[in-house]
Nanobody, 122 residues
Framework: VQLQASGGGLVQAGDSLRLSCAAGTIDYTAVGWFRQAPGKGREFVASINWRGSDKIYADSAKGRFTISRDNAKTTVYLRMNNLQPEDTAIYYC??????????????????WGQGTQVTVSS
């Protein structure tokens, strides 16, 4: 399955962005967003299950980011508000095709997209 992430860009601190992840299928159990800042490891941002009923957020995302999906379940969004320079990273979406109790580890996801760059200037 080829996931396509888009919506990144260069913004100023305090601005908002909405990232999109085209899953290309509805046969996933969950979709997650991760990010990787320069010189750092990839970290979890948020995830949503197929039903849209369970959402998990990293502490850094709580209160500012919202994960959602469209009614057709083929696109998952990450709305990011009040962006800060520390949010600068490549953002990746990933899909899981296995039933799990929760989805927040990289190993919980089997398919990954190519990433979209988000740069926040101060």
């Amino acid at each position: 399955v080829q996931l396509q992430a888009s919506g990144g860009g260069l913004v100023q601190a305090g601005d908002s962005l909405r990232l999109s992840c085209a899953a290309g299928t509805i046969d996933y159990t969950a979709v997650g967003w991760f990010r990787q800042a320069p010189g750092k490891g990839r970290e979890f941002v948020a995830s949503i299950n197929w039903r849209g009923s369970d959402k998990i957020y990293a502490d850094s995302a709580k209160g500012r980011f919202t994960i959602s999906r469209d009614n057709a379940k083929t696109t998952v969004y990450l709305r990011m508000n009040n962006l800060q320079p520390e949010d600068t990273a490549i953002y990746y979406c990933a899909a899981s095709f296995n039933a799990r109790r929760s989805y927040y580890r990289q190993s919980d996801f089997e398919s990954w997209g190519q990433g979209t760059q988000v740069t926040v200037s101060s």
